[in-house]
């Protein structure tokens, strides 16, 4: 999965009053968030039955929030229900320092999901005093407060004051530091308490080395919380009956309700077998599920809905939870057919070693879809491109599907339009000229590549574990996707299939890549800090290797006291870019974990302290926000006087803190602490 990742604050809980007419991509913003809208564009040419299905599937996809919500730390149901309480009963003045900042801060807790940074993973610094929360929470009674069974007022307070407010305690949700215990370091959710990064280790190996059949092994502790009880390990499956079994039944209700209106036998058969799996936990049963999804390519309306993307897990095997609907952008979906129709010669013209391509490309679809809606890990930050299954053996029999999500990389482009970035960062009026020219239909096409291609290319050696890699597993995979679409995207072969207009165009993305991952992405990263997100130390990693390795093809220079990225040979990147897809090619199909650890730690993690301070003050006086998420459309449902659906309707303009707050109404299903 590729990510991309918005002050004064309203106060009201009431909805906005915009219509389609008057709508507005850029909504409010608070702290380093921007919120954006995006357009269901041709939703209401569906027919009944497909707006039907997307509805259904809507539900299910926001009906596993809380599931995320518990995965992404042990108190944040909890800590939610406490305050969103407190914002809607307050009684006091609300112009003040502390109610704006406490304002602010349940803001930033809803989109993170949680108390953690949904992108840094850093414990996110209430601005506001303790005694102002408990100076709040006195007004309310003990029925009012989210009070486990048994537990006082005091008792509560006991447990979650440190936890926000204390710096030291869960103070990273996903620890990525080198030579530290991963899993006791980090506040996520996805292990009990006590369990060390070696037991886990330990436990899944013994797991696989038992596998009876090693060629198709399942996802290992993907779906569970590996925890000790009685001295001894043992796992919590999330399934239905088991741990999150009051939000998976309720996902399961949405899904039969949308398999009764599929648009094919064949999307039936496909949700039957997610249900199936969500009732029995089973991950031979998942395979099956992903197998039956990947031949479902006929119908217009897809989703994914379920434990999917492993980034939250420090090792790199849990998967988080989320959900979508979507429907194809035929229009669109033309390009990605092209990329689709010829994976086999990319993969043939590939700079990487023969011993690790496939001999024969299976299977592998890709479109552009319009996002009808957003859950769980896709909200409110998302991805704007999407390839599944994770399974490297189902990837390589049965094949893959990959998504371009048209129309959030349309309202990420309209609301960055005029904002500045490019004057102060890009180094002259040429290349700015190239990139306002390209940029989008190259942006584009480079989340194609790798989407598409990237993530379905190449192959494991016979007998390499897919999770040999450990921690560093996620920022390899991603660098490696990245590195094919750029080499790629300079190929006359885009030119020749009508991808890229010209010959020039592909420098659009060279210098836009370079320049983030060299510079423009430490706008996301605190003073002093390191680089832990996967996918930023994958840009880094790129970007600096080649630098490091560039003979002046690349360089940093001074233009009257800034720095800037300056492309001296476009074509001797194109050949770096190349030789370094072959070593990662090589590293991911090796499972060599020493020259994964070596490359990012090098290339991927450190920031120069003198260059961090420069971007961010040239970024601050922009007056930007470095974030962006979505606030989601509703759905208005028509019936007729038996209740039958008779037509459904895209509404707009949903304030953001209603909206979290109708969320929390209409799809709170689990406990506050989930054992």
């Avoid at 926001?62 to 992404?72: H, T, V």
């Avoid at 970035?421 to 590549?449: P, S």
């Avoid at 020493?594 to 601050?620: M, N, Q, S």
Wanted: aromatic share 10%; glycine share 8%.
């Amino acid at each position: 999965m590729c990510m991309l990742t918005a002050a004064t604050m309203a106060t009201s809980c009431g909805p906005a009053k915009e219509t389609a007419d008057d709508f507005s991509y850029n909504d409010e913003r608070f702290a380093d968030l921007q919120m954006l809208r995006y357009r269901v564009d041709g939703f209401e040419q569906l027919s009944l039955r497909q707006k039907t299905l997307i509805y259904y599937l809507s539900e299910a996809a926001l009906s596993g929030r809380d599931i995320l919500w518990d995965q992404n730390g042990r108190y944040n149901l909890q800590i939610r229900a406490l305050l969103e309480t407190i914002y809607e009963n307050y009684q006091g003045d609300r112009t003040t320092d502390d109610f704006r900042a406490f304002e602010v801060y349940l803001k930033r807790v809803w989109f993170s999901n949680g108390i953690h940074h949904h992108y840094s993973t850093d414990k996110i610094q209430p601005a506001f005093t303790q005694q102002f929360m408990l100076n709040a929470m006195s007004t309310l009674t003990d029925d009012q407060l989210p009070l486990l069974q048994g537990q006082t007022r005091e008792q509560m307070c006991q447990v979650l004051m440190p936890v926000i407010f204390d710096p030291t305690v869960m103070p990273k949700r996903t620890n990525q530091a080198d030579g530290q215990d991963l899993i006791l370091t980090s506040a996520a959710n996805y292990y009990g308490q006590g369990v060390t990064q070696q037991e886990a280790e330990d436990f899944y190996l013994a797991m696989k080395q038992a596998d009876p059949d090693p060629a198709h092994p399942i996802m290992f502790g993907m779906n569970s919380r590996l925890v000790k009880a009685d001295g001894r390990l043992e796992e919590r499956v999330w399934r239905s009956g088991g741990l999150y079994g009051a939000a998976i039944d309720r996902i399961i209700g949405w899904l039969e309700k949308a398999q009764g209106v599929a648009e094919t036998d064949a999307q039936a058969a496909v949700i039957a077998k997610l249900i199936d799996f969500y009732r029995t936990g089973d991950l031979h049963t998942f395979d099956d599920y992903t197998i039956l999804w990947v031949q479902d390519t006929v119908g217009n309306v897809d989703f994914t809905n379920g434990f999917t993307e492993s980034y939250g897990d420090p090792l790199g095997m849990k998967a988080s939870w989320e959900g979508y609907a979507n429907f194809k952008d035929l229009a669109a979906t033309e390009r990605t057919e092209k990329l689709s129709a010829n994976a086999q010669w990319f993969e043939d013209h590939s700079p990487a070693d023969a011993r690790f391509k496939k001999e024969n490309c299976r299977g592998i679809t890709a479109k552009v879809i319009v996002a009808a809606i957003l859950g769980g890990d896709l909200y409110p930050s998302t991805a704007i491109g999407i390839n599944l299954p994770n399974s490297n053996w189902v990837r390589a029999e049965h094949g893959s599907k990959s998504v371009t999500i048209g129309n959030l990389t349309d309202a990420y482009n309209k609301a960055a339009r005029g904002n500045g970035f490019q004057e102060e960062f890009v180094i002259d009026d040429a290349t700015r000229a190239n990139i306002n020219k390209y940029g989008d239909t190259c942006d584009d096409l480079h989340t194609d590549l790798h989407e598409c291609l990237g993530h379905g290319s190449g192959r494991l050696l016979p007998g390499v574990d897919a999770d040999s890699l450990k921690a560093y597993g996620s920022t390899i995979e991603e660098g490696r996707a990245d590195l094919f679409g750029l080499y790629y995207i300079a190929d006359p072969k885009l030119v020749e299939l009508g991808l890229t207009p010209d010959a020039e165009a592909y420098k659009s993305q060279y210098y836009t890549y370079l320049m983030n991952g060299l510079m423009t992405q430490l706008v996301r990263i605190e003073p002093g800090a390191t680089i832990e997100e996967a996918h930023m130390r994958n840009r880094a990693f790129v970007a600096h290797w080649v630098l490091a390795h560039a003979d002046g093809a690349v360089a940093l220079v001074k233009r009257d006291g800034k720095t800037y990225v300056q492309v001296n040979d476009y074509g001797r990147v194109r050949e770096l870019f190349g030789e370094l897809l072959a070593e990662v090619q090589r590293i991911k199909s090796e499972g060599d974990f020493e020259a994964a650890r070596t490359l990012v730690e090098t290339y991927g993690v450190k920031v120069d302290a003198d260059l961090h301070r420069e971007v961010l003050a040239r970024y601050k006086a922009l007056d930007l926000a470095p974030y962006k998420g979505f606030i989601n459309p509703e759905y208005v449902v028509e019936r007729d006087a038996q209740g039958n659906i008779t037509d459904i309707h895209v509404r707009y303009g949903e304030a953001y803190d209603h909206q979290m707050l109708r969320y929390s109404r209409e799809y709170s299903t689990l406990p506050y602490v989930n054992e």
